[in-house]
């Protein structure tokens, strides 16, 4: 305080210095205009700007224009896709070529250029090229020499057992596929938590707002009437220390508008983090801002539970992740039973050469050709089929804790809103009583037939009877959030009429904004 206090006195002393110094300056010459000069055009006087009420609708359109968490979830996607390219690079097309130059008594020169492609059809893969050799060739390398145009070849291989029905690249391929599905139920799933976080957030700025205007309302109250009191201290009708109490009052009335205030500002820098302007900066808002509160429907009803937790149970990003995820062991589980198969391969080749060559050169080949590859043991395959079916079996269970974990959130919801109703009614009843209580007790203490202090429990009384309504009312808005994020809506989309879900009370609520 004493820093603060000299900081104080040192500003009121270079104010003072520099209006001292000022009476020394010379004033700077005056500008004359010249006669018959045209007059500048009147500029328009600026007018307000009018402060519109904030809506849940205006912080959730925010959130989803420019939260950047959301922007950062989005990214999943892009890497999930990123993956998916990755995959299908197993059948990309191949360029191979060659050439080689050999001297000495085996003098030749080779060269050959093709193609290799595999394709998810069966697991087969083709492959065609072009070659040339020219020259000497031991006999054991006859078969390299071709004619003068070359041999062009092409060749399939079929498997008939292992690998026909998946392989590691189809299943890869298949993997990242389901990968891209996953990535949208978890970014629905941080879009719902954030958008049920920044509705919470509105509900309690609203709620704190509220708590604040009334604070300021008991203590304009307060100051009012101390007018009053000093008109009747001036005529004698009424004991100084009447007023003096009643100056007590205002002190501690606006002690609690200090702290009112406080939380009002708590509550608005909390929903900064979700209400942003139009460049994505974080914009708090006024008290000027603040919107009427809402009329509130009912819960809802019984028939409207079952329904709500039937679309709950059907578009919950958690289970349809955990679906996906469970066809992601399936596809690991199919790799593992086929690995264990014997491995059976059909190769079908064609060569064919062209142009001129020697007598005994072969100018056409065509070859059948079987294969077979038995893994006696097939450990590995074994053990990723013992793994996959336990991972299965996990996911299983999981996914029926995370039914139970709907069922039950959504019914502790419903309790929290039935209550919250049942408050905000006995609030509003209460603040009807309190209120009459007032208007009498008033009218008493203007014909002296009442004190300040029992008008001063009755002004209490009236204050803290709206706080109950406004508190609970705000408990109810905020658990609707709750309710509307727990059937798996994210709130930050555009609601359409006749959607699944759009009869719930949440989505009647929120078109009242």
């Known amino acids: 305080m004493r820093s603060f206090w000299k900081g104080q006195s040192m500003l009121v002393a270079l104010v003072v210095a ?22 500048p055009p009147a500029l328009p006087a600026p007018q307000p700007v009018p402060v519109v009420p904030l809506g849940l609708g205006d912080v959730l359109a925010s959130v989803d224009r420019h939260y950047p968490l959301v922007r950062a979830a989005e990214q999943q ?31 030749s020169q080779r060269a050959g250029v093709g193609v290799d492609q595999a394709i998810p059809l069966f697991g087969a893969s083709l492959s065609a090229g072009w070659r040339l050799g020219q020259g000497n060739f031991p006999v054991y390398y006859g078969d390299r020499a071709t004619a003068q145009g070359g041999e062009f070849s092409a060749a399939l291989i079929l498997p008939l057992l292992r690998d026909r029905a998946t392989d590691k690249r189809r299943a890869t391929l298949q993997k990242a596929n389901l990968d891209r599905q996953i990535a949208e139920p978890v970014i629905q799933l941080q879009r719902i ?46 004991a100084p220390i009447v007023r003096t109490d009643n100056q007590r009052l205002i002190v501690d009335r606006e002690a609690k ?88 391969n059909m190769a079908l080749r064609g060569a064919q050469d062209v142009g ?32 996959a079916r336990a991972a299965m079996a996990q996911v299983m269970a999981q996914e029926q804790f995370a039914r139970d974990k709907i069922t039950t959130e959504l019914s502790d919801l419903l309790s929290a809103l039935e209550r919250a109703y049942e408050l905000r009614e006995r609030g509003r009843e209460m603040l009807r009583l309190a209120k009459q209580m007032q208007e009498a007790e008033n009218e008493l203490f203007l014909q002296n037939k009442s004190n300040l202090i ?60």
Do not use: H, M
């Open 77 to 107: 996607r892009i890497v999930a896709a990123g993956d998916f390219q990755s995959a299908e690079g197993a059948f990309d097309l191949n360029l191979r070529a060659f050439e080689s130059t050999i001297g000495g008594s085996y003098a």
């Open 356 to 387: 001129s060559g020697k007598k005994d050169l072969d100018r056409y080949t065509y070859e059948a050709a079987l294969g077979v590859d038995v893994p006696l043991q097939r450990r590995d395959a074994k053990g990723r089929a013992l793994s």
């Open 257 to 344: 508008l200090v702290a009112a205030f406080r939380q009002y500002q708590q509550a608005a820098l909390a929903l900064s983090l979700y209400y942003r302007d139009t460049t994505g900066a974080r914009a708090v808002p006024v008290p000027a801002q603040l919107p009427v509160l809402p009329e509130i429907p009912p819960p809802p009803s019984t028939e409207q539970r079952g329904q709500d937790l039937n679309l709950a149970l059907l578009q919950r990003p958690e289970l349809q992740r955990l679906r996906l995820q469970r066809e992601k062991l399936e596809v690991d589980l199919r790799l593992a039973e086929n690995q264990q198969l014997p491995g059976v």
């Open 454 to 513: 029992f008008l001063n429990l009755r002004e209490l009384a009236t204050a803290e009877a709206r706080v109950v309504e406004i508190s609970a009312l705000a408990q109810y808005l905020r658990a609707l959030a709750e309710y509307q994020s727990a059937l798996g809506i994210d709130l930050s989309q555009p609601l359409v009429n006749g959607a699944p879900g759009s009869s719930n009370p949440l989505r009647q609520c929120t078109a009242t904004q």
């Open 193 to 238: 938590d954030i958008a049920r976080a920044a509705s919470v957030a509105y509900w309690n700025w609203v709620a704190t707002g509220q708590q604040y205007l009334i604070a300021q309302q008991i203590l304009g109250l307060a100051k009012k009437r101390d007018q009053q009191l000093a008109e009747l201290v001036g005529a004698q009708k009424v």
């Open 18 to 39: 520099g209006s001292g110094l000022a009476q020394y300056a010379s004033p700077p010459p005056a500008v004359v205009a010249p006669q018959n000069a045209p007059q």
